[in-house]
């Protein structure tokens, strides 16, 4: 009897000990280390403009207005609602995600030849075989904020004629918002669509 309540007893201890440790002061430990040496990335890389939020450096955005760059597809639509769809219960709450859907698959071609079809409409000086293919695929979480330097210069000629901005300036501000590769040899180089945006509404002078 004794035997099993000193065992219980153990028991009981060593689960309250790693509830602390695990669940209380090693949260708080990395919490604590991301706010005083990370606070930017901790907090979700948060990009402000006059002190409002408009996006993260983490996380792509649908633009719609012709004077900005345009992402990559997204099978989620870059998680992005309205107020009346988070109200009324149709917005479903999709994080992330793709629609891991074959080569093969009817609805893939479907899609893919309507984005070609809407970005010919939209860059008129553009030819179909061009046409770069990060710009017709969307990524694993449909949440990623990068093109391929060749996606964003492609967009130049609708850029200048929307924008009134120059070539050389465009070429300026995708330059200042592209990241090499990882340690010069890893992966690719890719160019901020938000950044590159932001830049772009600076020199129209939509923000100040």
Known sequence: MKSGLKTAKNVVLLSLVLLLVCGILYPLLVTGIGQLFFP???????????GKVVGSQLVGQDFKDDRFM????????????????????????VGSGSQNLAPSNKKLIERVEKD????LKKN??????????D???????????????????VQFPALIKST??????????????????????????TVNV???????????DMIH
């Not at 008129?124 to 293919?133: A, G, L, M, R, S």
């Not at 710009?135 to 210069?153: E, F, M, N, R, V």
């Open 40 to 50: 930017k990335q901790a907090n979700g890389s948060l990009i402000k403009v006059d």
């Open 70 to 93: 345009k992402c990559r597809p997204s099978a989620v639509n870059y998680n992005t609602y309205t107020k009346e769809e988070k109200e009324n219960g149709t917005y479903g709450g």
């Open 116 to 119: 070609i079809e809407n970005f």
């Open 124 to 133: 008129p000086d553009v030819k179909k075989e061009d046409i770069p293919t």
């Open 135 to 153: 710009l017709l695929t969307a990524s694993g979480s449909g949440l990623d904020p990068h093109i391929s330097p060749a996606s964003a210069k």
């Open 164 to 189: 009134g901005l120059s070539e050389s300036q465009l070429n300026e501000i995708v330059s200042n918002n592209t990241k090499g590769k990882v340690l010069g040899i890893f992966g690719e180089e």
């Open 194 to 204: 938000l950044e590159v945006n932001l830049d772009i509404a600076k020199a129209i």
